[in-house]
Structure formats: C-alpha cells, structure tokens
C-alpha cells in the first residue's frame, strides 16, 4: 500500500523559511514525477512544483517561482520543498503526490497524479 506522509509544516512569520517533505513508502519514487499542491481555505487545489521522473526537469507555478525549490533524494525515497520569504498568501495546506507512470517530465496539473498524502499545515503570519 501506498504511502505519502508530508512533514515539516507550522507557523511562520512573513518572510521565514520552512522545508517540507514528503516520505513514500511501499512505492519507490525513482523515475516517477512528483508534485506539490496546496490548498488554501475557500480556493482550489493548486499545483504549485514538480520533479519529473527519468529528466528531473523542474516545473513552478509563478506564484512561487523564485522563493521555492523542489529537490529529491531517491536513497531516502523523499522529496522536498524548500520555501523561503513566505508570505501570508502561502498560508495553506501542502499536498505531495505522485503519478504512478513513467513520464519523463512532470507537470502541475492535478490529474496527473494518482497517489496523494494528507497534507500538512503552513501558516505564515503577517
């Protein structure tokens, strides 16, 4: 069975840092793309970064473009999200989640993805 367990969420102050990361198991990461959403109160899920499998190109929304960093490490089966100068308006819960294909780019599109952790809590505080 699938697992995808996001950590490393909290409250933080405008302009702070937080890495997050998502930890699978019973599925191995290497070559699958993996994408971060997140959803705020009243909003759609959106997608806001992905590694790709086989090419690990990198995709981000705009929104975050520039303050966030994705990352994997395939020996531990993680990936990261590094987010640095947040903002109140990052203020949502974070998804990770991965397609179960072999595509070699990833995209942000949420129907990509087949397997979806339960989300952890980021607060940023004005």
């Known amino acids: 069975q699938v697992h995808l367990v996001e950590s490393g969420g909290g409250l933080v102050q405008s302009g702070g840092s937080l890495r997050l990361s998502c930890a699978a198991s019973?599925?191995?990461?290497?070559?699958?793309?993996i994408g971060w959403f997140r959803q705020a109160p009243g909003k759609e899920r959106e997608g806001i970064s992905c590694i790709g499998g086989s090419t690990g190109n990198t995709e981000y929304a705009d929104s975050v473009k520039g303050r966030f960093t994705i990352s994997r490490d395939n020996a531990k089966n993680t990936v990261y999200l590094q987010m640095n100068n947040l903002t109140p308006e990052d203020t949502a819960v974070y998804y990770c989640?991965?397609?179960?294909?072999?595509?070699?780019?990833?995209?942000?599109?949420?129907?990509?993805?087949?397997?979806w952790g339960q989300g952890t809590q980021v607060t940023v505080s004005s």
């Open positions: 019973g599925f191995t990461l290497d070559y699958h793309s």
């Open positions: 989640a991965v397609d179960r294909g072999y595509g070699a780019y990833c995209s942000n599109s949420y129907y990509e993805y087949d397997y």
